[in-house]
């Protein structure tokens, strides 16, 4: 089946899309005869997103994570890279395998646990029915994005809870497939104080493609921000890339990007 994909935008682009005013940029708002069962999409999409995270559960890929400190005129003053592979083991358990990894050289800055964990769960954003009541999610209207007709949300957390990563942002919902293709928001919530200093985080936008006909799964993430630490400001870019996802059991890869030759199999 041929792949249903978003064309990925330059992040000042995304920007525009991202208001905290009250309304998503571009939205159209539907007149109450024409308005969605907004209630019937939330539910349907959040049960599909739940689908999805159990498929995605049971893939192998490769993640890049690059990391770098900036000056305001973009110069690049520090990096860190981490490349890894997430494999199952023969017996079916699935782990991380660090594959290169050189020292950092940020500036200023560290990747701390949260940043990690954030990675993992807060930038591939998935919202699934059983994480729906920690969420406020409120339907901004409809737009085009690309080729795909959308629903958009914005989302935040009800409450923040001691120890807990939530999603702050917009989210687009693909309204033929009805699972996120698109968001964009930060994580929340920032740390100020306490034993660990300042921890923040910048804006971030994450693109999902379709790679089996099925579920929309992530494969691009970026950011470029300035955080203010009350010792100054930082700029920092970010992109995270997932590639060559590949079914646990299955013979065949699905690879974005330039093509590569596949392995031969083992002996």
Not at 21 to 26: L, R, V
Not at 124 to 131: C, H, R
Not at 198 to 218: A, C, M, S, V
Not at 220 to 243: C, H, K, N, P
């Amino acid at each position: 089946m041929a792949h249903r994909r978003l064309f990925r935008h330059t992040l000042a682009g995304a920007a525009l899309l991202f208001l905290w005013t009250g309304h998503a940029h571009g939205a159209q708002n539907s007149p109450a005869a024409d308005r969605p069962d907004v209630e019937a999409i939330i539910r349907r999409f959040a049960e599909k997103e739940r689908e999805f995270k159990a498929a995605r559960a049971n893939y192998s890929y490769h993640q890049v994570v690059k990391v770098q400190t900036l000056t305001e005129d973009g110069d690049v003053t520090g990096t860190y890279q981490m490349e890894s592979d997430i494999i199952f083991t023969p017996a079916g358990g699935r782990i991380e395998r660090v594959t290169y990894a050189p020292l950092s050289t940020l500036k200023g800055i560290s990747l701390s646990p949260e940043d990690e964990r954030d990675l993992r769960s807060v930038q591939p954003f998935v919202l699934t029915v059983d994480d729906m009541h920690k969420y406020n999610i409120e339907y901004m209207g409809r737009q085009k994005v690309d080729e795909l007709d959308t629903y958009v949300f914005m989302v935040g957390p009800k409450r923040i809870e001691k120890g807990e990563r939530y999603f702050q942002g917009q989210i687009w919902v693909d309204d033929r497939d009805l699972q996120i293709v698109k968001t964009y928001g930060k994580a929340v919530p920032d740390i100020r104080g306490g034993k660990n200093g300042e921890n923040l985080f910048p804006r971030f936008e994450t693109y999902r493609e379709q790679i089996d006909g099925k579920y929309w799964f992530p494969t691009w993430t970026g950011a470029d921000d300035t955080l203010y630490f009350s010792s100054g400001s930082q700029r920092i870019r970010m992109i995270v890339r997932y590639e060559n996802y590949k079914q646990f059991g299955s013979e065949i890869n699905i690879t974005f990007g330039d093509e590569v030759p596949s392995e031969p199999p083992s002996q």
